[in-house]
């Protein structure tokens, strides 16, 4: 009898008296391990910083050849070989529609309205559709090869801008010297200012529809220009025509000076 008090009396305590919680177990850190040949780390992915053990991200945009990358831009020890072409000419005889032709960048243009104002100085006989002029610049860009870049420059046509050339044509190799043959006359201030500071220079005649072409060696014995100045027929609307342009004028700027 008493034994089986005694017993009862044990089973009562340990239901009553609550089990000590058991420890908490703190799992040990494990250190990172390399991940298998060829399989992406999710960390890296995640984590641009992760990338650099600097904490420098992986560097991206850079120029793909796939996508038409430049051999210059390839190569960051290398730099194009910026050079400067002035176009110039009289009034009305294309220059804006050269530049806008041939540059692969959105050009910048200076084009004002034109207004009864300037009626007794611009002549609008042989362009009666001009509204606007050049009242300062163009400007385009033109990629002739892997690292040649040409920078376009196109000048004001008439006589009261003319105090802009000297800015614009400091640290050219060369100049475009547009002609109409409706008006041959209204070149020869250009033909006079790049005779006289010695900047090499070819005559593009830009033909117009509707007027009469003639050869190369008649616009020349017109302009009374020696035999070393090169006289192309031209289209300033066509591309491929300007770019022509523009390769005769580096050919003749690098025969004149080589250096």
């Known amino acids: 009898m008493d034994s089986a008090v005694s017993d009862a009396t044990a089973v009562d ?18 250190p990172a391990q390399p991940g298998p040949a060829g399989e992406s780390d999710p960390a890296r992915e995640s984590d641009p910083a992760a990338a650099d053990p600097a904490g420098r991200p992986e560097s991206v945009g850079e120029p793909d050849p796939e996508d038409g990358a430049q051999d210059w831009q390839l190569d960051h020890s290398r730099a194009p070989i910026a050079t400067k072409i002035v176009v110039a000419g009289g009034f009305g005889v294309g220059k804006t529609t050269f530049v806008r032709a041939v540059s692969e960048i959105t050009p910048l243009q200076t084009e004002a309205l034109m207004t ?6 611009d002549d609008l006989t042989a362009t009666p559709d001009k509204l606007t002029t050049t009242v300062a610049m163009d400007f385009g860009r033109i990629t002739l090869d892997n690292d040649l870049v040409l920078y ?3 000048t004001p046509g008439q006589q009261r801008f003319w105090f802009m050339w000297d800015d614009l044509v400091r640290g050219a190799i060369g100049a475009i010297v547009l002609a109409d043959t409706r008006r041959l006359t209204d070149c020869f201030p250009a033909l006079d200012y790049f005779e006289s500071c010695g900047l090499p220079y070819v005559v593009a005649v830009n033909h117009f529809e509707g ?17 070393d100045v090169p006289v192309v027929i031209m289209d300033a609307r066509k591309r491929y025509s300007v770019v022509e342009t523009l390769l005769a004028m580096v050919e003749h700027a690098l025969s004149t000076t080589p250096e």
Request: hydrophobic residues 45%; proline residues 9%.
């Open 211 to 227: 007027t009469e072409r003639f050869e190369p060696e008649d616009v020349r014995e017109a302009l009374t220009i020696t035999a």
């Open 152 to 154: 376009v420059f196109g």
């Open 13 to 30: 305590t340990a239901v009553d008296t609550p089990a000590a919680a058991p420890a908490e177990t703190v799992p040990a850190a494990i």
């Open 116 to 121: 009864r104002a300037s009626e007794e100085t």
